[in-house]
């Protein structure tokens, strides 16, 4: 009996040493600098753990725009620069991280080589490494292997903004991935996730980051949206 009881409760303990919770991360994307600016209030940075400067953001300001992020948030976020690297892995890296990116992102369906070094240079800068799967052929399995092996800090299952607005659902999307399946990496999880959907994802995916962007950042009260989608997050214990 006693033997019993130790054993239960060492399980509970190795149970409750195994429990994680998911960060936060805001998507800033089709944006102007002035409403980047102004989603960035000390509530919303007090509720989110990633600040993203997202791509179309990129484009419409370049790099100079992480600079300015990294100055209004006073370094006290993750900064995360979505450029999703296509080529010239090493040099565009060094140049998000030198912008004050803490985390860049590379498509997965870049070279072998290119996917080799922004690892490298990530590793090399302390930084971190995502690989976004939005490009990625389903069916290329030697792609899928590779990955596996590059072993990225994150690697994310987005589904894209247009395949979202014609009724896209990322839950079904992560049906198809044996990333999802094997847990082998981090997930990170983007594309149409809001209130509604938020817990059927954590249970089924259970990444390591979520991110929200038009959820928030359109919403009529962009703080209290996030705080909602923060309450869920930390209600919801993953194992």
Request: one cysteine or more.
């Amino acid at each position: 009996m006693e033997w019993f009881s130790y054993s239960i409760v060492g399980g509970l303990i190795r149970k409750v040493m195994n429990q994680r919770k998911t960060l936060f991360q805001i998507a800033l994307d089709i944006l102007t600098k002035q409403e980047a600016k102004e989603l960035l209030t000390p509530k919303m940075l007090n509720t989110v753990d990633i600040v993203e400067i997202g791509t179309p953001l990129i484009i419409r300001y370049g790099l100079s725009i992480v600079e300015q992020i990294k100055d209004w948030i006073k370094g006290d976020k993750i900064l995360f620069a979505d450029t999703k690297i296509a080529d010239a892995g090493h040099w565009e890296t060094c140049e998000a991280i030198s912008s004050g990116a803490n985390m860049v992102s590379v498509l997965a369906g870049a070279s072998f080589n290119t996917l080799e070094e922004v690892r490298d240079a990530t590793q090399l800068n302390q930084a971190k490494m995502v690989v976004d799967i939005i490009d990625l052929s389903l069916s290329d399995e030697s792609k899928i292997k590779f990955i596996n092996t590059l072993n990225p800090d994150y690697l994310c299952i987005h589904l894209a903004t247009d395949v979202v607005k014609k009724g896209g659902s990322l839950l079904e999307f992560s049906r198809q991935l044996s990333f999802v399946s094997s847990r082998r990496l981090p997930l990170m999880v983007a594309g149409g996730i809001h209130p509604q959907n938020l817990l059927d994802i954590l249970k089924n995916i259970q990444p390591a980051v979520v991110v929200a962007g038009s959820s928030i950042t359109k919403a009529s009260d962009p703080e209290l949206e996030a705080q909602n989608m923060r309450r869920i997050i930390d209600e919801t214990i993953l194992y």
